[in-house]
């Protein structure tokens, strides 16, 4: 929990839900473990400094007990909702509104909270909700059928190999890793986010298509529906959205995400789609647009319109 530094205003400081990116998934890479939050200070700092209270989760797994379901977009999203139920029990001078923001993967986290919030967590106001570079929708399984993988994605694959065992505690690196990225996935798996050493982001950055190749059919399916019961979105919200994001993401790919926007359009999510030029990061570039966003929900302000077709 992070309180600006000052007195509250009147009716208590606006509260931002802060969903991290991906640390990693094991128990060490609580980004509260670490002193820039594995990567996310500078955004925890940026809204702090606009004046809001963020509360920011571990994921389960990260910090506490049992093993990190990664992008197990459900229990995620609890998380989230869960911190601000937590905030609100420290007596803390807290405003009832809350925005949503969350990072990569992330965003698939605050997505989530945005969708189950009328059934798991009714009693709390949720204004708006903020996607940056928002893993969304993730097909991994056909980039590696296509020979498409960029280097980041054959960095993060044991994290990936990881989120599917903790479903189906049978499935392995060898399901799908060859070479050296098979003998570098157990170091990758126990790293944490801007951990990985020298040798293992190596072996990414040179990895070819053998490198990542299911050893049979059953290995694709068990791999490719792991990421389809997490992908979002599935339930219409009416929470005003504002999503920014790279036009050449190769992390969470352009194409993952375009099909994530278009469905949010088709079920009737009130979405704001902004896309910049470069790449994951990008989204630093509309920083100024997705904070005058996140002002305006708890000024009251009009919602900006959305940028689905009609």
Not at 41 to 60: I, S
Request: glycine share 10%.
């Amino acid at each position: 929990m992070f309180l600006p530094k000052g007195d509250a205003p009147a009716g208590g400081w606006p509260l931002v839900a802060f969903a991290h990116g991906t640390s990693g998934v094991v128990r060490d890479c609580a980004p509260t473990n670490s002193p820039v939050l594995f990567g996310n200070d500078t955004l925890v700092a940026g809204l702090l400094d606009d004046r809001k209270a963020v509360a920011m989760t571990n994921y389960q797994g990260l910090d506490g007990p049992g093993k990190a379901p990664y992008l197990d977009a459900l229990s995620s999203g609890y998380d989230v909702l869960d911190s601000v139920r937590a905030a609100r029990a420290l007596g803390l001078p807290l405003s009832t509104d809350i925005v949503l923001v969350g990072l990569s993967q992330g965003g698939r986290a605050t997505e989530s909270a945005a969708e189950t919030a009328k059934t798991y967590a009714p009693e709390l106001k949720i204004l708006g909700n903020v996607l940056l570079s928002p893993a969304l929708h993730v097909d991994v399984a056909q980039s590696i059928e296509s020979k498409t993988l960029s280097p980041g994605q054959y960095l993060i694959l044991p994290y990936l190999v990881e989120g599917v065992g903790y479903g189906d505690p049978g499935y392995s690196f060898d399901k799908v890793l060859h070479g050296e990225s098979r003998t570098a996935a157990p170091r990758v798996e126990a790293s944490c986010a801007g951990q990985f050493n020298a040798q293992d982001l190596a072996v990414a950055r040179s990895a070819t298509p053998a490198a990542a190749e299911f050893v049979d059919d059953n290995a694709r399916r068990v791999f490719a529906d792991f990421e389809t019961r997490g992908n979002l979105p599935e339930t219409a919200t009416d929470i005003p959205t504002y999503i920014a994001r790279g036009a050449a993401d190769d992390l969470v790919d352009t194409a993952w995400s375009d099909l994530a926007v278009s469905e949010m359009c088709r079920i009737g999510i009130p979405v704001h789609d902004t896309v910049v030029p470069g790449g994951h990061a990008a989204f630093h570039a509309d920083t100024a647009q997705w904070t005058a966003f996140i002002n305006d929900r708890f000024a009251g302000a009009p919602v900006p319109a959305t940028t689905c077709a009609r």
